[in-house]
């Protein structure tokens, strides 16, 4: 992704030195581009549950490099072993919905265990750290070819003119490492020539669409238009809004979908107008061991002041104000689960398949 004419990915090594893991510090965009360095684990956790990063790809890429960080700060002696099982549950309690976050962290503790040196680890914990990297990115691209073959065919029955395109959060490339997974589609499409414009939900409490997703979409020059979140449904009603991609931070192998709080609410209404609604998500996503994903995926609640308080740009400053009466309770529940009955189909490295079992295990037939 370019920002200003530069390409970036959202988590790197810092070039010159390898005990750096750099990333895009969201909590300032859209109005400042801060780079922030992290060196320890603790770091690196803190990074995760207070969302300087953020989005199921990136979350999980976070965890790959707190893993290796995890393997420079331990000690080099017998207690190696027991300090890279207690960094795995530092990163694996951060935030509990996103599968990408535990899928890394196991990955790095199954290939860890391979080094017969420390020095063996660490180089290990490195390598796994970018393939995971380079695979989200890699994966997302292909998510953006395959997704773009609904937006074509949605351009062709209207004989080229414009496709409207609802999405709701950030599943763009602020969510990934690189290009992001229902953006992505919508990127390769503009790309192409396409006539794409997209309804971005603004998404409270933390405004990921209209903070960032606007963003990406205006550095990439998709046009596009903040709604707020409850306006959906009108847009739908009234012909305005062509296929919803959402994105996803878990789906069950079955394919229910968990998501941004308010996605649900979005599928319901594009049931109710027989708008197609696609889910796009790399592999990496999608929770083999999860069959029903009402029951089972953790929610994610976070503190009830994301929900009073709102930050913004005033007077060439970042102020907070406060929304709501000072004593007022909030809750905040960071996703929901849409049902797989409510999903056109989902979107994934492999090509696009039906939100159920068989389907999805045809695209992944090792999984079986
Ligand atoms: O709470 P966040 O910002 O980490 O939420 C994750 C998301 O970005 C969205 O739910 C997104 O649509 C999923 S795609 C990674």
Known sequence: MNINGKAFRTIWVKPGDEKVIQIIDQ???PHQFVIEELETVDQMATAIKDMHLRGAGLIGAAAGFGMYLATLEAPGNDAFDQY????????KSTRPTAVNLAWAVNKQL????NGNTIREKINIAFTIANEIADEDAEHCRRIGEHGLKLIEAISETKNGGTVNILTHCNAGWLAFVDYGSASSAIYTAHDKGINVHVWVDETRPRNQGASLTAWEMAQ????NTIIADNTGGHLMQHGLV??????????TYTGDVA???????KALAAHDNNIPFYAALPSSSIDWQMEDGLK?????ERNGDEVKYMEGLCDGEIKKV?????TSKAANYAFDVTPARLITGIITERGICEPNKESILNLFPEKK
């Open 322 to 326: 406060l929304l709501t009466p000072f």
């Open 259 to 265: 998501n941004k709080i308010g996605t649900y609410l």
């Open 296 to 300: 089972e995926i953790v929610i994610e």
């Open 84 to 91: 890279i099982l207690l960094a795995a549950e530092q990163l």
């Open 242 to 251: 062509d296929m919803v991609i959402v994105g996803s931070d878990r789906t």
């Open 110 to 113: 199954d290939a860890i265990q």
């Open 220 to 223: 990439h020059g998709v046009p």
């Open 27 to 29: 909590r300032h965009l």
